[in-house]
């Protein structure tokens, strides 16, 4: 969020990271930024690795923010990932609910308690089930919405501003208001 009226300003362009167009750079930011998501996750090195995390994230949103192939070169066009990109609102609904659900089904499937086998089941279970219900969700609610909002949009566009209760004064456009009895 905080990255997105960012972008518009100066520093955002002096700021590119353009050392990171080299390959062995690259895969070191990479390898030490995934790693330090996988160190800082213990919560064992700061009191506030929540905080950490978030940090870690933000750099990682921010080097991808610009679109330039600079955490990853061939990712642009992927199928998959455009994919994934679309859908991605739907799975951050659904991604809670199918850990729970799944969690609750290994727990009655073993008798109340969670073994170590039980981790494998959980995680392909939890993958699975977000993937279904985002692509549920995404058909069912998201696309007719989206197809909706576009359809009203074109409307609106098409429609000559005096219908819409618009009137323009040369370049001034104002607004009707409901109680001026125009």
Known sequence: MLIAPFTESRLYLQLK????????????VRAILVLALAVLACGEIFPFYTGAIAMCTAVMVWLASYDDGIMF?????????????S?????????VPAFLLVMEYCKARSGGTLASDDTF?????????????????YRIIDMPFRLNGRGIVIRMASTPLQKQGVRTLGKITCERSVNSGD
């Open 73 to 85: 070169r061939y990712v642009r066009n992927s199928r998959v990932l455009l994919g994934v990109r």
């Open 121 to 137: 089941r959980i995680l392909a279970g939890r993958v699975v089930l977000t993937a279904v219900c985002a692509e549920s969700t």
């Open 17 to 28: 990271p353009t050392a990171l167009r080299s390959n062995p750079f690259r895969f070191l």
């Open 87 to 95: 859908r991605s609102y739907s799975v951050d609904l659904s991604h």
